[in-house]
């Protein structure tokens, strides 16, 4: 198994202020995912963080709302730029270990 | 874009009863996870299926992957109060681990 841990769990933000979430493993991956879930709406992956290189972001996403860091095997951020209301959501990290893909607590962002 | 259809999308029953949850797609997958979901958690993976007609049984839960490989479906007998929760289905296409998720079925058993 996997265990991960994201800060902060939960958090109330202003329109056009950011927000950092954090996402910590409890031992190293190569292949870590960001996943939004909003509100009656599936888990849409937002983009593969990848240690060393840019991440790989899915259509509809992009870098300069959603900027990724991957620091190392262990540890990866997501970034929610500009927020507005519309990207109030669980935020959710997840790895993949053997064949199986583990998730993280998430994140939930309420934006004003 | 590939899309996972959940039916029902809730579902409210006593305990003791069955019931089934269905996860319907028009693509077909290599493989198709069902997950839990509890409030203030992350989903937790429950079963996976590769083999088309595959039956898996996890205590009182059976899953089916269908023929096509485009279907599946969580049967749970007897259900019980800590039954509840979201349960989601997600297909996997190829050796990437990108999973495409259905909107869900959330369950309450109500004791």
């Known amino acids: 198994s996997a265990v991960i841990s994201q800060k902060p769990s939960r958090d109330i933000c202003q329109r056009g202020t950011s927000l950092t979430i954090q996402c910590q493993v409890d031992s190293q991956v190569t292949m870590m995912f960001w996943y939004r879930q909003q509100p009656g709406q599936s888990l849409t992956l937002i983009a593969t963080a990848n240690q060393g290189s840019e991440a790989t972001y899915e259509s509809g996403f992009v870098i300069d709302k959603f900027p990724i860091s991957r620091p190392n095997l262990t540890f990866s951020t997501l970034t929610v730029s500009n927020m507005s209301p519309e990207d109030s959501s669980i935020y959710l990290c997840s790895v993949v270990r053997g064949d199986t893909q583990y998730f993280g607590p998430g994140t939930r962002l309420t934006v004003l | 874009t590939q899309l996972l259809e959940q039916s029902p999308q809730f579902l409210s029953i006593q305990e003791g009863e069955n019931l089934t949850v269905y996860c319907n797609s028009s693509s077909v997958f290599s493989s198709l996870q069902w997950y839990r979901q509890e409030p203030g958690e992350g989903p937790v993976l429950l079963v996976t299926?590769?083999?088309?007609?595959e039956v898996k049984k996890l205590k009182r839960l059976t899953f089916q992957f269908g023929d096509a490989r485009k279907d599946s479906s969580l049967h749970i007998t007897a259900a019980q109060p800590g039954d509840t929760g979201l349960y989601l289905c997600?297909?996997?296409?190829?050796?990437?681990?990108?999973?495409?998720f259905g909107k869900g079925t959330l369950l309450t058993v109500n004791p």
């Open positions: 299926v590769v083999t088309g007609g």
């Open positions: 997600a297909g996997g296409r190829g050796s990437n681990y990108k999973l495409t």
